[in-house]
């Protein structure tokens, strides 16, 4: 399949158009479709995957029923019906661990596993039912912007998916911070194939006997597409594919997503993974989605099809149509059929995309043009202003996320006066490069008015040089006058970086740490990690250049990032001490006690303030406490 994608540049009109007209299907019947949003993702509002494919399907005259399966598990794991389950499974556990102990000595940890398997008696499962209900109801209710009992919800949901954990050891299960872990590697498909089958720890087996199989057979699907965004969420997903095709085998079972498009090139090289699903859109999924729709409502023929992969008796084959979708002929997001008023937030926030592809796209250590055939492409303003009062009216949602790659600087500017000039009364929160053409008080006057609360910003460096190395084209400057104007008119900061970049010195990590120290007056929160060398990367593609030599592990088949070395600079492992000794030592006010960012977001709106000490775990005592928090 040729890939066209400019990085950067806006999209030719004659690759929007490409594979769409001439792959149009013969008339075929109305088909029924349930899309599928798997775990692990936190529920707090939903993937825009599902309602895009969804308004695209139904236009087009499909029925379509959407499963946000992530979200009603969560709902189901803090319910009484599951954790009596738990109790249920609490001696099949010990007795597996009693037939473990006659043929060898236990580890130190499942002796530890016997002693809280012990303790997780009748009472304590009542009491554990209680509380995640009671922590359910505060995450769903005014009670939310209280941050004690907040917290208190978040402690609760910890403990319950670590006593659930207890039953399906050595699976762990968590849940806030997202990091379910079955033991198995999502980057090994022979490991992978192995948790699917593994009736111990393989807990998402229960969630399609309970959720997923009942929802099939009320519905009688002729398709089921299941998105993926997160590799771990490969897990989920294939247990589910192999379970539909075993126990309906007349569905036809295709995936989709961002890690999808991103394993495209060794897909075909795992038959038995693929065994377990028919076909998989890459890319862009609209068009390509609606196409397969029509295909297998008339004649089965996929060979026509844009952007697919599709086995049948001889063999897997890739299409070698591709095709981008034109923004201003999609309609917009149709959420109708999600069970809104059940995601882990008092007020109802909705996802909206205007942009597809990043504007910029020049970065040395991103791989998000992987995800497109075509470049940047955006809608027009008025129809962007039309959709979210559409939005806003049809769901009753007052707060939007606009998951944009990087919200492009003039439609910034054009978004804040629109949606002031129509009083649209709506909080919203986005992601942002640092922009010279942004250092504007006219411009954050703006965004304040418009109900801009939270901005996700691109840090990356405090670095001059190695801001350059990446190609981030700004400057230390632009980036401390952005922060002083955020700050100052009450928009929340996230900043985002990472330490070893190839090149990068033990002496620039530290200086990325001293800048924003210095700075940390503006600063609102951070998001810090060490960098991955992502298989699609410029950096990964001219590993020469950069002085990068990798690693392919030939068993980690579904690799997305690889183990590397550098010629210059700090390593894999220099970069992780690094993080530590930013982990360790750096500004307390930035250790928040609510870290999951569409409750951030919440909490700037609803206070009316980008000064919080009471989410802080140790505010400075300077700043003046909020008494209504």
Not at 26 to 55: C, G, N, Q, R
Not at 68 to 96: C, G
Not at 390 to 410: G, I, M, V, W
Not at 546 to 570: H, S
């Amino acid at each position: 399949m040729k890939i066209d994608y400019k990085k950067g540049e806006r999209v030719r009109p004659h690759l929007i158009q490409l594979g769409r007209e001439s792959t149009r299907s013969p008339a075929s019947k109305p088909m029924k479709v349930m899309l599928i949003f798997p775990p692990d993702w936190y529920p707090s509002e939903p993937y825009l995957s599902l309602p895009a494919l969804t308004a695209f399907l139904r236009g087009a005259g499909h029925h379509v029923v959407q499963k946000d399966i992530n979200l009603e598990m969560y709902d189901w794991f803090f319910s009484a019906d599951f954790l009596k389950r738990v109790l249920k499974k609490v001696p099949q556990q010990l007795d597996r661990l009693k037939k473990l102990s006659r043929l060898r000595e236990l580890t130190e940890g499942e002796v530890e596993l016997q002693l809280a398997l012990c303790e997780c008696t009748r009472m304590r499962i009542t009491e554990l039912i209680e509380r995640a209900e009671r922590a359910k109801h505060i995450v769903r209710s005014p009670e939310f912007y209280d941050v004690d009992k907040l917290e208190w919800a978040m402690a609760v949901f910890r403990e319950v998916t670590a006593t659930i954990s207890l039953v399906y050891a050595p699976a762990r299960i968590c849940m806030p911070p997202m990091e379910t872990d079955l033991s198995y590697k999502p980057f090994m498909s022979s490991e992978v194939l192995e948790a699917v089958e593994d009736t111990q720890v393989n807990v998402y087996r229960e969630v399609f006997e309970h959720l997923v199989k009942p929802a099939i057979v009320a519905e009688q699907p002729d398709v089921v597409g299941i998105s993926i965004v997160l590799q771990q969420q490969i897990f989920s997903s294939m247990t589910f594919c192999a379970l539909i095709k075993q126990q309906f085998p007349h569905i036809h079972v295709t995936i989709g997503g961002n890690t999808v498009t991103r394993l495209r090139d060794v897909l075909p090289q795992t038959p038995k993974l693929f065994a377990l699903f028919d076909s998989a859109v890459m890319f862009e999924g609209e068009t390509a989605f609606l196409r397969l729709v029509e295909a297998l409502g008339s004649n089965g023929d996929l060979s026509s099809v844009p952007n697919l992969m599709y086995r049948d008796e001889s063999g897997i084959h890739t299409s070698p149509l591709t095709c981008a979708e034109d923004l201003s002929e999609l309609p917009p997001p149709d959420f109708d059929g999600l069970p809104l008023e059940k995601y882990f937030v008092p007020d109802r926030i909705l996802p909206y995309l205007a942009t597809r592809g990043c504007y910029w796209g020049r970065c040395e250590f991103c791989d998000h043009g992987e995800g497109y055939t075509a470049g940047y492409r955006s809608k027009k303003i008025q129809q962007i202003i039309e959709e979210i009062r559409y939005l806003r009216d049809k769901y009753r949602a007052y707060h939007f996320h606009f998951t944009d790659e990087s919200y492009p600087p003039a439609l910034f500017r054009k978004l804040t006066k629109k949606l002031n000039e129509h009083q649209m009364g709506i909080a919203w929160t986005t992601h942002m490069r640092f922009e010279k053409s942004l250092l504007d008080e006219e411009v954050w006057k703006e965004a304040q008015q418009s109900g801009c609360k939270f901005l996700h910003m691109g840090y990356e460096s405090g670095s001059e040089r190695v801001l350059q190395l990446m190609d981030k084209a700004t400057t230390t400057d632009v980036i401390r006058r952005s922060l002083e104007l955020s700050a100052k008119h009450g928009v929340w900061n996230h900043v985002m970086g990472f330490f070893g970049f190839p090149g990068e010195t033990y002496e620039e990590a530290k200086f990325s740490m001293q800048f924003l120290e210095q700075n940390k007056e503006y600063v609102h929160s951070i998001g810090f990690g060490t960098f991955d060398l992502s298989k699609h990367t410029p950096v990964a593609k001219n590993a020469e250049k950069w002085g990068v030599t990798y690693y392919r592990n030939p068993e980690w088949d579904l690799a997305l990032d690889y183990y590397f070395t550098v010629k210059e600079g700090l390593g894999v492992e220099d970069a992780e001490r690094v993080f530590e000794e930013f982990e360790q030592h750096h500004y307390p006010g930035w250790d928040l006690k609510i870290f999951i960012r569409e409750y951030v977001f919440l909490y700037v709106a609803h206070f009316g303030t980008n000064k919080l000490p009471a989410l802080q775990f140790r505010a400075p005592d300077s700043q003046e406490e909020l008494a209504t928090v």
